[in-house]
């Protein structure tokens, strides 16, 4: 049996891999990037608080950053003093936006589990984007030739905010994860009211599934938010695992910063 430190450090550990399995087959132009933002979010497994992340997207002079901070909450930060630090780079290439750079840092294990890369991007005599992906994934040297755009666990929200309210059908793509390039299968199921803190909400949501696994994710995407999920929600062989909720979010809209503090009473959505 687990040690009670083991069983909630592996899904914490899991956690950066939570939102990165909503994905999409294209990149939007770059005039249609997303606002910049700044969300916290609240892990829960078996109805227990266990850590709590908040998430930063800014615009650069040539593309995006995102950010990605996660440590543990609750009777979790009791037991461990982990902490994961994430970043990712994208620029605009051609009107369209590509990853060049990802750093993940873990502190507080004893095992190596520190990941980072960068992408060489060239385009060839077909004037196809190919790229050369190099780095280091826990402590093993990474070098993948790349044929098509990829993403990593977080610059994926990137056009999975952008593209949740097209028509798709469903679709594969690659992302890195575990020191290779996976597929994952995603398709829109359309709109959906979700009830969250006594306010009802139209969501978008998502399905994500492994293509050589049984694990499903579920994610409820707020539009007059700019897409930012609201929920998500990890199943594995049938069952739900793992819940994750936005708990406030603040973003740039029509020159002004405006905040939402969803853990608040109803009326603070108005």
């Not at 050369?132 to 040297?141: F, L």
């Not at 793992?242 to 603040?250: D, G, K, P």
């Amino acid at each position: 049996m687990e040690s009670g430190s083991n069983l909630y450090s592996r899904p914490i550990i899991n956690f950066i891999y939570f939102l990165v399995l909503l994905l999409t087959p294209a990149v939007s132009p770059a005039k249609e990037l997303p606002h910049e933002f700044s969300a916290n979010y609240a892990l829960e497994m078996f109805g227990t608080l266990i850590a709590r992340d908040t998430y930063t997207l800014k615009h650069t002079e040539d593309g995006l950053t995102m950010t990605q901070s996660t440590r543990p909450a609750g009777l979790v930060a009791l037991l461990r003093n982990d902490k994961f630090d994430v970043r990712s780079d994208m620029v605009v290439n051609n009107v369209r936006l590509i990853l060049f750079n990802y750093n993940y840092t873990h502190t507080g294990d004893k095992k190596d589990r520190n990941v980072g890369f960068k992408i060489n991007w060239q385009t060839n005599h077909e004037q196809e984007l190919v790229g050369k992906a190099t780095g280091v994934y826990e402590g093993r040297n990474v070098d993948i030739q790349i044929n098509n755009p990829v993403w990593d666990p977080l610059s994926i929200q990137v056009p999975i905010m952008l593209d949740a309210g097209k028509d798709m059908p469903p679709h594969e793509h690659g992302l890195f994860m575990k020191g290779e390039f996976k597929h994952y299968l995603f398709e829109n199921h359309g709109k959906e009211k979700v009830g969250f803190n006594g306010t009802e909400f139209t969501a978008l949501k998502i399905v994500g599934k492994e293509t050589q696994r049984d694990r499903a994710m579920y994610v409820w995407m707020i539009p007059e938010l700019h897409n930012i999920p609201l929920k998500i929600e990890q199943w594995k062989n049938g069952e739900r695992k793992s819940t994750v909720v936005l708990e406030s979010v603040s973003f740039e809209e029509d020159g002004n910063t405006r905040t939402l503090n969803l853990t608040d009473t109803p009326e603070d959505y108005e």
